[in-house]
C-alpha cells in the first residue's frame, strides 16, 4: 500500500493504492479528506469519490503503462 495525490480544480486528495507483484488492485481517495473537500465545495461526496478515484486510476495507468 501507498499513497498517490489525485489533483482535482487545483486541489489535492489523498488515494490509496493496494496491489501485489507489481500491479494495482485497488484505489481508493481518503474519506475524511474526502468529505471535508465535498463540504468546501458544495458537492456530493459520492461525485468526489468518484471523481479521485477515477484521477487515481488515470495516475496508475500513468506510472504503470505511459504510452500513449
Known amino acids: 500500500a501507498g499513497g498517490i ?3 482535482q480544480l487545483g ?4 488515494v490509496k493504492f493496494g ?3 507489481g500491479k494495482v488492485y485497488t484505489v481508493k481517495p ?3 479528506p474526502a ?3 465535498a463540504q468546501e465545495l458544495s458537492v ?3 461525485d468526489v ?3 479521485a478515484t477515477a484521477a487515481g486510476w488515470g495516475a496508475v495507468r500513468e506510472r504503470y ?3 500513449p
Open 35 to 37: 468529505r471535508q473537500w
Open 5 to 7: 495525490e489525485a489533483k
Open 11 to 14: 486541489k489535492k486528495l489523498p
Open 30 to 32: 481518503e474519506f475524511e
Open 65 to 67: 503503462d505511459p504510452s
Open 19 to 21: 496491489g501485489r507483484s
Open 49 to 51: 469519490l468518484l471523481a
Open 44 to 46: 456530493p461526496l459520492r
